[in-house]
């Protein structure tokens, strides 16, 4: 916690003492859900988790203003994250991604630090195990069973845009 918090302290240093200007860059992984009239059937696939822990490290151009500093700042202090560090993030796991050719990380840890380097970027750093999906086919009725704990009488969830499994006896 005290690293993340020197950490932006440096950011905010280096963003008071550089001009103004405001860069953006994204790329989008997982925002396109189906959203069609009828039933879709359910699919399943098995994923295969490589054993070996990578590393990738991905540089990315940062200039922030004072305000989104602030903003990141008062996000750490209230104990969540902020939509500029998760955009971040994202980033960071589809350029891993791409790199290793897998379809997920399975558990990523990122580490954020400005460059030793390069002024206004920051390197991103993503730590995990690649995964691939394979077999995919029609779910049983036995595969459907399998998530009825995970979301039956979860008030707690939210499960706002997610299909939603009824078990029934």
């Known amino acids: 916690m005290k690293t993340i918090k020197i950490a932006f302290a440096a950011l905010a240093a280096l963003v008071l003492t550089s001009c103004g200007t405001y860069t953006y860059q994204e790329t989008t992984s997982r925002y396109v859900e189906p959203s069609r009239a009828g039933f879709i ?6 994923m295969e988790v490589s054993a070996e822990k990578i590393v990738h490290a991905v540089e990315i151009p940062v200039v922030l203003k004072r305000r989104e500093v602030v903003a990141i700042m008062a996000a750490e ?3 969540i ?6 955009k971040w993030k994202k980033y ?5 991604l ?3 050719n897998a379809d997920d990380i399975v558990a990523p840890t990122f580490t954020i630090t400005p460059s030793p380097t390069k002024q206004n970027v920051l390197v991103i750093t993503v730590t995990g195990h690649t995964a691939t999906y394979q077999n995919f086919r029609k779910a049983t009725k036995a595969d459907v069973e ?4 995970f ?5 707690d969830y939210n499960m706002q845009g997610a299909l939603l499994l009824q078990h029934t006896r």
């Not at 059937?41 to 098995?46: E, I, L, N, S």
């Not at 960071?92 to 891993?96: E, F, I, R």
């Not at 399998?146 to 704990?149: E, H, I, S, V």
């Open 77 to 79: 202090d209230r104990g």
């Open 92 to 96: 960071a796991l589809a350029q891993t």
């Open 151 to 155: 979301v039956e009488k979860r008030a």
């Open 41 to 46: 059937t359910p699919v399943v696939a098995d």
């Open 98 to 100: 791409k790199k290793y």
């Open 81 to 86: 994250e902020s939509g500029i560090v998760m």
């Open 146 to 149: 399998l998530f009825a704990p």
